[in-house]
């Protein structure tokens, strides 16, 4: 494991912000460190929504979707097996049914039979078992040429609506949404595809003039896919995540999602960012990593609690399925790297076993890039022939570029690719796997700037004695969506260690004294399976109340314990 550099984040020079003096002063920080300077622009305001006009093509999807409806055509949502892709489908079965079609399925492609996306096959699977007269990709289709063709053959609509990134030619479908798609002038290119298809819907809406339809009984689906998509939380998917779990906490969810909290054991009323990217989404994940997606989608799309309960506790079962699959292939990782020494780490990361799970390779390719601070790509075989890898990336190495520019010099290696900055997707021969883990290496070597390969933690810095408390850990909580680009907050500071214990040999236990500070507060290292030696340490943490039988308790959540 690389050591790692505990930096305060720079703030914007407190002359210049418009804060009032009655601002809590830990936000206040907070906030600016994260480049916000006023209190308007925290407004979470649905109001302050970019309006969807800037959306390239989006007139054209609505006119073509509400000539649907019309006519009252046969549509076919295709969706993807991850969370966004399922809360995307679920959005928009429900939101075209709730707008007035009457002819809505859906089909999410089995990620072990067909593979991601729009594909030929796929598309000949969707004519003979629903023969649709328009497609809609969701969270998908924006490198499916060979499948939108296929499906002009059939005589199908399509629409795609997507927001990976797009490569030089894009597929002759119908009409494109996708804000990242050339030409494109909406503001804001972080939306996931979740929140491409409620966009869609909200032009939608507007072109069929249909105004009893609250489009905002979709953002519990809107904050969930987005989350869980990791997409960087600009103010527009703040505003969508905001919206959204307040609707949760106010106990107006879906019934499905309200199953999902129930079997996570979280509480809806205090539900955060975190409970949705760690607890809801994994489980929903489950299902598309192991099995098949469309038992996710179903437990979305459930009008009766009872029974999406039944299939929450199903999705349960998948994924703990899931965490013992992933223990045996990290510690089938962990005996292939043991030998590296921790000052000669390559630049990145390439494995490969014969018994990995594809459904599993992206959770470990991102246990490596967490460990290790390096792009990391986790290979699982598919076929006799051919592997498929899942990669994860760490800040300032965009993966999918990456993967483009070895394409682009080795255009034999790689078989197709796809994705974002932080994770992407390929498929090369088995023959190649040595070759490729070397050209990976070689390229990281070349374009990763050494200073990005420094694993840094940039924190809030310290808290004064009187700011570790019940309030401030609740202000954190609930004041804004933290995520990707947007992250939760975390401090750092010396302790005394008062006292420690090990929980079920995994987790450790510590009562702690801040050195500016009087009072012992409770803290705990998950996944830290030793006692520490050292009586003052250096840590970096976060605020978190520990709620129990109606009492609460501050507690800090340790991150990282400096050596």
């Not at 009984?217 to 939380?233: E, K, M, S, Y």
């Not at 999602?257 to 949705?276: C, E, H, P, Y």
């Not at 994924?319 to 013992?324: G, T």
Request: glycine share 6%; with cysteine.
């Amino acid at each position: 494991m690389t050591s790692k550099k505990i930096i305060t984040r720079r703030e914007i020079t407190s002359d210049h912000h418009e804060f009032s003096e009655e601002f809590h002063p830990v936000l206040k920080r907070i906030y600016l460190h994260r480049g916000v300077t006023s209190e308007k622009q925290i407004s979470m305001d649905l109001s302050e929504l970019i309006p969807w006009h800037d959306l390239l093509n989006i007139e054209k999807a609505a006119a073509l979707l509400a000539e649907g409806i019309k006519n009252q055509k046969k549509f076919l949502i295709i969706g993807d097996f991850d969370t966004d892709g399922a809360t995307s489908t679920a959005l928009g079965v429900s939101a075209l049914k709730a707008l007035g079609a009457e002819h809505v399925d859906y089909l999410i492609p089995n990620r072990f039979e067909y593979g991601y996306g729009l594909t030929p096959e796929i598309v000949d699977t969707a004519f003979e078992q629903f023969n649709p007269d328009i497609i809609i990709t969701v969270d998908n289709g924006i490198s499916s040429h060979e499948g939108v063709l296929r499906a002009k053959n059939y005589g199908i609509h399509i629409l795609i609506t997507d927001h990976h990134l797009p490569a030089e030619t894009l597929p002759d479908a119908d009409v494109i949404v996708n804000p990242n798609q050339y030409g494109d002038r909406f503001p804001s290119k972080m939306l996931a595809g979740v929140g491409v298809i409620f966009y869609v819907m909200l032009a939608l809406r507007n072109h069929l003039q249909v105004q009893h339809v609250n489009m905002a009984v979709f953002l519990d689906l809107v904050a969930l896919g987005t989350v869980a998509d990791v997409v960087p939380l600009d103010k527009n998917n703040r505003i969508l995540v905001h919206q959204g779990l307040k609707r949760i906490r106010k106990g107006e969810a879906r019934p499905g999602i309200q199953a999902l909290i129930q079997v996570s054991r979280r509480d809806k009323s205090r539900l955060s960012t975190s409970d949705l990217g760690f607890f809801i989404a994994p489980r929903l994940n489950a299902a598309g990593r192991l099995d098949d997606m469309s038992l996710g989608v179903s437990c979305l799309l459930s009008n009766n609690f009872d029974k999406a309960r039944i299939i929450a506790q199903e999705l349960e079962t998948l994924n703990l399925e899931r965490r013992s699959i992933e223990s045996d292939m990290l510690k089938e990782a962990e005996n292939s790297l043991k030998n590296f020494h921790p000052e000669k780490i390559p630049a990145s990361f390439c494995l490969y076993h014969p018994d990995f799970h594809q459904g599993v390779i992206g959770i470990l390719a991102g246990r490596l890039k967490e460990r290790f601070h390096r792009p990391s790509i986790v290979f699982a075989k598919v076929s006799d022939h051919e592997l498929k890898g899942s990669g994860r990336s760490i800040p300032h190495v965009n993966l999918r570029d990456l993967l483009a520019l070895i394409n682009a010099h080795h255009p034999d290696i790689i078989l197709k690719f796809g994705g974002h900055a932080m994770a992407a997707g390929l498929t090369i021969k088995l023959e190649n796997i040595e070759n490729f883990e070397k050209i990976f290496d070689e390229y990281a070597e070349k374009t990763i700037a050494k200073e990005y390969l420094d694993n840094i933690l940039l924190t809030d810095g310290e808290l004064d004695a009187e700011e570790f408390s019940i309030t401030s850990a609740d202000l954190l909580r609930h004041h804004s969506p933290w995520g990707q680009g947007f992250p939760e907050p975390l401090f750092d500071g010396k302790f005394q260690v008062i006292s420690q214990r090990l929980i079920n040999d995994k987790h450790l236990k510590l009562s702690l004294k801040p050195y500016n500070g009087s009072i012992n507060i409770d803290a705990i290292a998950f996944n830290h399976s030793e006692l520490l030696d050292q009586q003052e340490i250096q840590i970096a943490y976060r605020l978190e109340n520990n709620e129990y039988q109606g009492t609460k308790k501050l507690q800090l959540i340790v991150l990282y314990i400096e050596e």
